[in-house]
């Protein structure tokens, strides 16, 4: 089993950053790929960023190409997101998975989740 406990969100105004952090503890080394997704209500959960928790590959969904980043810290089992330039369009929950594939933009993928923590952009 591994839990996640997403950390970072906020209300933040539109052009500002924020970084989001993700720590995974339980069983970590039996994480292959971990991810970000985010949801707003009525809508599907949509694919951000995903890292490969041993090499760092890294992939970002088209929302994130230009203005954030996904990185790790393998030494605190802790995932991030620098995301910048934020537009009212990035209103979401944001989650962080985990899961013992590769890096994929699947939801069904991960099979741990974190609670998801909430970003808000305002104009």
């Known amino acids: 089993q591994v839990q996640l406990a997403e950390s970072g969100g906020g209300l933040v105004e539109a052009g500002d950053s924020l970084e989001l952090s993700c720590e995974a503890s339980?069983?970590?080394?039996?994480?292959?790929?971990m991810a970000w997704f985010r949801q707003n209500s009525g809508k599907e959960r949509e694919f951000v960023a995903s890292i490969s928790w041993s090499g760092g590959n890294t992939w970002l969904g088209d929302s994130a190409k230009g203005r954030f980043a996904i990185s790790k810290d393998s030494a605190k089992n802790t995932m991030y997101l620098q995301m910048n330039h934020l537009q009212p369009d990035d209103t979401a929950v944001y989650y962080c998975?985990?899961?013992?594939?590769?890096?994929?933009?699947?939801?069904?993928?991960?099979?741990?989740w974190g609670q998801g923590t909430q970003v808000t952009v305002s104009t």
């Open positions: 339980g069983r970590p080394s039996s994480v292959g790929a």
């Open positions: 998975a985990a899961g013992d594939s590769g890096i994929t933009a699947t939801p069904s993928a991960y099979a741990y």
